[in-house]
T-cell receptor
Framework: DAGVTQSPTHLIKTRGQHVTLRCSPISGHKSVSWYQQVLGQGPQFIFQYYEKEERGRGNFPDRFSARQFPNYSSELNVNALLLGDSALYLC????????????FGNGTRLTVT | RKEVEQDPGPFNVPEGATVAFNCTYSNSASQSFFWYRQDCRKEPKLLMSVYSSGNEDGRFTAQLNRASQYISLLIRDSKLSDSATYLCVVLNTGGFKTIFGAGTRLFVKA
C-alpha cells in the first residue's frame, strides 16, 4: 500500500510569491494534518482536517491556508512568502483523530529567496 | 513557556547503555501522548504510544505522570541504530492539535 505522498519534493520560491503544497493520505485515512519543521526544531502544527473540515489550527498567520478534498487529499497554500517560511513542510494522515497514530510523508522542502 | 519541553540533549552514550529522556507538558487537559523517532533528514515515525499505566515495547519503556505532567522514555541496551532524534508528542483540544517537542538528539557510539 502506498504511504503518504507529498509533492513537490523540493521547491524554490521568491519572497512575495505564492506556493501550493499537495498531500495524498494513506488509503482509508480521513484526517490530514500539516506541520512546518525548521532545522533543529520539532514539527510545528499548522492545520488539521478531518472529514473535509478544518478541526484545528496552529499559531500561523492568515497567509497560511489549507483545504481537504472529497478524496481526502489536501493542499496547503502559503501567500506572500517570507524568507522565514523556508522550512520542511510535513503532511501526516491518520485514520481518525485522537489516539490514531500519525503517518508522515517525506515532506516538501521549501526555500524562499 | 513552551507547551511541550524536552531535554535539550544531545545525549552521547556507548552501545549497551541505558538512557532516559524526559518531556514535560503545560496543558493539564492534554489527552494523548506519544514518542516519535526522526532520523536525519527523514520524516518522523511513531515509536510508541504512552499509556497511563506505562508500557513497554522490547527495549523501550514509556511512562506517563499526569500529576506532574511529564512523560519519559527509557531505552535499554542501546544500539547504534537507536541514534536519532526522539520527539515527544502531545494531543490537545479534543485530539485536534498535535504539539511536538523540539526533540532530543541521541548518539550511540561503538
Amino acid at each position: 500500500d502506498a504511504g503518504v505522498t507529498q509533492s513537490p519534493t523540493h521547491l524554490i520560491k521568491t519572497r512575495g510569491q505564492h506556493v501550493t503544497l499537495r498531500c495524498s493520505p494513506i488509503s482509508g485515512h480521513k484526517s490530514v494534518s500539516w506541520y512546518q519543521q525548521v532545522l533543529g526544531q520539532g514539527p510545528q502544527f499548522i492545520f488539521q482536517y478531518y472529514e473535509k473540515e478544518e478541526r484545528g489550527r496552529g499559531n500561523f498567520p492568515d497567509r497560511f491556508s489549507a483545504r481537504q478534498f472529497p478524496n481526502y487529499s489536501s493542499e496547503l497554500n502559503v501567500n506572500a512568502l517570507l524568507l522565514g517560511d523556508s522550512a520542511l513542510y510535513l503532511c501526516a494522515s491518520s485514520l481518525s483523530v485522537g489516539n490514531s497514530p500519525l503517518h508522515f510523508g517525506n515532506g516538501t522542502r521549501l526555500t524562499v529567496t | 513557556r513552551k507547551e511541550v519541553e524536552q531535554d535539550p540533549g544531545p545525549f552521547n552514550v556507548p552501545e549497551g547503555a541505558t538512557v532516559a529522556f524526559n518531556c514535560t507538558y503545560s496543558n493539564s487537559a492534554s489527552q494523548s501522548f506519544f514518542w516519535y523517532r526522526q532520523d536525519c533528514r527523514k520524516e518522523p515515525k511513531l515509536l510508541m504510544s504512552v499509556y497511563s499505566s506505562g508500557n513497554e515495547d522490547g527495549r523501550f519503556t514509556a511512562q506517563l505522570n499526569r500529576a506532574s505532567q511529564y512523560i519519559s522514555l527509557l531505552i535499554r541496551d542501546s544500539k547504534l541504530s537507536d541514534s536519532a532524534t526522539y520527539l515527544c508528542v502531545v494531543l490537545n483540544t479534543g485530539g485536534f492539535k498535535t504539539i511536538f517537542g523540539a526533540g532530543t538528539r541521541l548518539f550511540v557510539k561503538a
